[in-house]
């Protein structure tokens, strides 16, 4: 291993990801999968724009006591002009940090990433203006979801507009329930065959006999992952353990290293320890990172 890696390894880095990623050696990364941020104002961490006001991240009357929708997010038309921008925003802050990963990672690597459905081909612009390949869109679907939108026959008759309340019974105002959440798939390109590639830097391939559900090979619609009884949640954000797994094992051999520059509350590191590979993760939020060490240390534990 590299010295200027040891420094990183399977360590949870409290830092910004933007100061430590080029200290990384070119070349040494299995794969990436993380958890980035959506750019879809869900918390602090999430509000990658300047393009703030007194109104966001607050609460409506509607919101107090709520367990989901805790916060006031932007509509999607936004509230000014200016909100029209945050999209490209959004593009311009992945294309900088895919601009630092992209040499660390080996030739042939995958680069795995969650995104909001609303944003995520932003991101996908951002990795391919840096040179990543896109190979797939995982379907990642859960049991539940939260179903937001409002019953538009309920607001109009708050206003008092009885006959158009009549009229709008059973429409709502907003979204069906998002069952789903994508994963971006993408690759690092190589110079010659794919098996050549395999051969020399050990990624590549995907291993679908170590993925079976259900005695079957696995296919891009991923819904059987959910967190286990017992497992402890986090971070708002935070993925299952199991789902983390499926993505190292699909992509990585026991030993090589999986890197995530936002790691959270630590599930990928956990999902490596448990499956013998390396990890490197830098986490910004000084409090998300004492809780993904934690974790660690319960791990080395037990």
Same mark, same amino acid.
């Given at each position: &291993?590299?010295?200027?890696?040891?420094?990183?390894?399977?360590? $949870?880095?409290?830092?910004?990801?933007?100061?430590? /990623?080029?200290?990384?050696?070119?070349?040494?990364?299995?794969? &990436?999968?993380?958890? +980035?941020?959506?750019? $879809?104002?869900?918390?602090?961490?999430?509000?990658?724009?300047?393009?703030?006001?007194?109104?966001?991240? @607050?609460?409506?009357?509607?919101?107090?006591?709520?367990?989901?929708?805790?916060?006031?997010?932007?509509?999607? %038309?936004?509230?000014?002009?200016? #909100?029209?921008?945050?999209?490209?925003?959004?593009?311009?802050?992945?294309?900088?940090?895919?601009?630092?990963?992209?040499?660390?990672?080996?030739? @042939?690597?995958?680069? =795995? +990433?969650?995104?909001?459905?609303?944003? =995520?081909?932003?991101? $996908?612009?951002?990795?391919?203006?840096?040179?990543?390949? /896109?190979?797939?869109?995982?379907?990642?679907?859960?049991?539940?979801?939260?179903?937001?939108?409002?019953?538009?026959?309920?607001? =109009?008759? *708050?206003?008092?507009?009885?006959?158009?309340?009549?009229?709008? %019974?059973?429409?709502?105002?907003?979204?069906?329930?998002?069952?789903?959440?994508?994963?971006?798939?993408?690759? *690092?390109?190589?110079?010659?065959?794919?098996?050549?590639?395999?051969?020399?830097?050990?990624?590549?391939?995907?291993?679908?006999?170590?993925? /079976? +559900?259900?005695? %079957?090979?696995?296919?891009?619609?991923?819904?059987?992952?959910?967190?286990?009884?017992?497992? &402890?949640?986090?971070?708002?954000?935070? *993925?299952?353990?199991?789902? &983390?797994?499926?993505? $190292? %094992?699909?992509?990585?051999?026991?030993?090589?290293?999986?890197?995530?520059?936002?790691? @959270?509350?630590?599930?990928?590191?956990?999902?490596?320890?448990?499956?013998?590979?390396?990890?490197?993760?830098?986490?910004?939020?000084?409090?998300?990172?004492?809780?993904?060490?934690?974790? /660690?240390?319960?791990?080395?534990? #037990?």
């Amino acid at each position: &291993m590299s010295d200027i890696l040891q420094p990183y390894h399977d360590r $949870i880095v409290f830092g910004d990801c933007f100061e430590h /990623l080029p200290r990384l050696p070119d070349d040494s990364i299995h794969c &990436m999968i993380s958890d +980035i941020p959506y750019g $879809i104002n869900l918390d602090d961490w999430d509000v990658l724009h300047p393009n703030t006001n007194a109104g966001l991240l @607050g609460q409506s009357p509607a919101q107090v006591g709520k367990s989901a929708f805790k916060r006031r997010g932007k509509p999607i %038309r936004g509230w000014n002009q200016n #909100d029209r921008r945050i999209p490209q925003e959004y593009q311009n802050w992945c294309y900088r940090w895919a601009r630092q990963v992209y040499p660390k990672l080996k030739a @042939g690597a995958s680069l =795995l +990433i969650f995104g909001a459905r609303r944003t =995520l081909h932003r991101a $996908i612009i951002a990795l391919e203006d840096c040179g990543f390949l /896109l190979r797939d869109i995982f379907a990642w679907q859960k049991p539940t979801a939260h179903h937001r939108a409002q019953r538009l026959s309920t607001v =109009l008759e *708050k206003r008092g507009l009885h006959t158009e309340a009549r009229h709008w %019974r059973g429409w709502r105002l907003g979204n069906l329930a998002p069952r789903w959440e994508p994963i971006a798939w993408l690759f *690092k390109p190589y110079p010659r065959t794919l098996t050549d590639t395999v051969l020399e830097n050990g990624v590549g391939a995907v291993n679908v006999e170590a993925c /079976l +559900i259900d005695g %079957r090979l696995p296919s891009n619609v991923l819904d059987n992952f959910w967190f286990q009884t017992g497992e &402890m949640r986090l971070h708002e954000a935070q *993925k299952p353990l199991s789902l &983390m797994e499926f993505l $190292i %094992r699909l992509t990585t051999h026991e030993g090589q290293i999986v890197l995530d520059p936002f790691i @959270g509350s630590g599930t990928t590191a956990v999902a490596c320890k448990r499956l013998k590979r390396h990890f490197v993760g830098f986490e910004i939020n000084a409090e998300f990172a004492r809780q993904a060490s934690n974790r /660690l240390a319960s791990l080395d534990a #037990d």
